[in-house]
């Protein structure tokens, strides 16, 4: 995938031949482009846990 990647794809990996037969298969990968932008992804806020304080 050198030279081949650009920013915000993502990599595809495939199985050519039988995957039980890992002599005979081999791994295939390719760049793809993602369904969501980066800019759309939202990250979740985490609440903070409450602590305990020492008695």
Known sequence: L???LKSGQKVVVDCE???TD???SKLVF????RETPAEEVEA????AA?????A
């Open 30 to 33: 390719r760049g793809g482009v």
């Open 22 to 24: 890992i002599e005979n």
């Open 44 to 47: 979740t806020p985490v609440a």
């Open 2 to 4: 050198f030279n081949e």
């Open 17 to 19: 031949g039988d995957p």
């Open 50 to 54: 409450p602590t305990e304080s020492a």
